[in-house]
């Protein structure tokens, strides 16, 4: 049974910085494109950052040069470091993983098929 379990999420003031976190079981990680993926009410879903199993990243023009995503395959585990938050970067966050071993990393992202995802943790960032 596929798995995903995010964490790192709260309420913090612009400027401020938080990590997520999400640990995945129940299938092989380190062979799938990984990505952290936000969802705000009335608004449509966005890809924030993928991570290829060999580390080349991906961003959304709207978190480039504020976000990093990363992980570590020994421990199933994909993180996103998120710096300089803004009001508009308050969303639901959740980490996917590809569909497929060889499926496109940044095409994913930009709005792939998502059938393994978790439940999210909220993020909150007040004026």
């Known amino acids: 049974q596929v798995q995903f379990v995010e964490s790192g999420g709260g309420s913090v003031q612009a400027g401020g910085s938080l990590r997520l976190s999400c640990t995945a079981s129940g299938y092989t990680f380190s062979v799938y494109c990984m990505g952290w993926f936000r969802q705000a009410p009335e608004k449509e879903r966005e890809g924030v950052a993928a991570?290829?199993?060999?580390?080349?990243?991906s961003y959304a023009d709207s978190v480039k040069g504020r976000f990093t995503i990363s992980r570590d395959n020994a421990k199933n585990s994909l993180f996103l470091q998120m710096n300089s938050l803004k009001p508009e970067d308050t969303a639901l966050y959740y980490c996917?993983?590809?569909?497929?071993?060889?499926?496109?990393?940044?095409?994913?992202?930009?709005?792939?098929?998502?059938?393994?995802r978790g439940q999210g943790t909220q993020v909150t960032v007040s004026s």
């Open positions: 991570i290829a199993p060999d580390g080349t990243t």
């Open positions: 996917a993983a590809a569909p497929t071993p060889w499926t496109n990393c940044p095409t994913w992202r930009r709005g792939g098929t998502q059938n393994r």
